[in-house]
C-alpha cells in the first residue's frame, strides 16, 4: 500500500501539535470525501455543557454509547461494537452530564483500526507499515494508541472530543500520540 492509498494516518500529539502537518485528531479518506475533521464539525451548532463526570468506561455504558453512533461515525470508524471496545481497549473514556447521561465516549487501542480486510495490517507490523507509508517513525507501541471510535451527543461534540483527549493523556503519562487511521 502507497501513500496514495485511501488510508491517512494523522494524529495529535501530547504537546497539542499534529503529526503530518494536521490540526489536532484528524484524517482523510479520499474515497468517501470524508474527514475526521467533518466530525468535529458535523455537529453543530456546539452546545454549552456541564461535564458532571469523566471517567473510564464500564459495560453498562455500551447501549447509551451505541445511542450514539451515527452514520457519519460509521464511515468514518467502520461498524464498531461499543462492548467490545468497553472490555478490550486500552482506555475508554466517556463523559456523562449530572443526570448520568452518557454525552460522549472515545476507545483507544494498542492498534490501527482495520475496518477494510484488504488494508489489514498484523499487530506486530504496525511500527514498520507506518514508517515506510506515513513516515511516521516516531510512532512506537510504547508511546502510542489509535481512537477506535469517538462520538458525542448531538450538538456537545467540540468540547467533548478535548475533553476525552485530555483525560486519555493525563490518565496514560506515557502516551505521546492518538492516532486516527480512516
Known amino acids: 500500500m502507497s501513500k496514495g492509498d ?3 494516518a494523522t494524529g495529535a500529539g501530547k504537546d497539542g501539535t ?7 485528531l484528524a484524517g482523510s479518506s479520499s474515497a468517501s470525501g470524508l474527514s475526521a475533521a467533518n466530525l468535529l464539525s458535523q455537529q ?4 454549552e455543557v456541564t461535564v458532571s ?3 473510564r468506561a464500564v459495560s453498562s455504558d455500551a447501549h447509551a454509547v451505541k445511542e450514539l453512533i451515527t452514520p457519519f ?3 468514518i470508524f467502520g461498524n464498531q461494537n461499543p462492548a467490545r471496545l468497553i472490555e478490550q481497549a486500552v482506555i475508554c473514556i466517556v463523559l456523562v452530564d449530572a443526570d448520568d447521561e452518557v454525552l460522549g465516549f472515545g476507545a483507544f487501542c494498542d492498534f490501527p483500526v482495520q475496518p477494510r480486510r484488504s488494508q489489514r495490517v498484523p499487530i506486530v507490523k504496525w511500527p514498520a507499515w507506518l514508517e515506510l507509508n ?4 516516531k510512532a512506537s507501541p510504547f508511546d502510542t494508541l489509535f481512537c477506535h471510535l469517538l462520538v458525542a451527543k448531538p450538538g456537545f461534540s467540540t468540547g467533548l472530543y478535548d475533553e476525552i483527549m485530555s483525560a486519555v493523556f493525563q490518565s496514560m503519562p506515557h502516551i505521546r500520540q492518538l492516532l486516527l487511521m480512516t
Open 6 to 8: 485511501e488510508t491517512q
Open 44 to 47: 453543530k451548532p456546539t452546545k
Open 134 to 137: 506515513y513516515s511516521m517513525s
Open 18 to 24: 499534529a503529526d503530518n502537518g494536521a490540526a489536532g
Open 73 to 75: 461515525a460509521v464511515a
Open 53 to 55: 463526570l469523566v471517567r
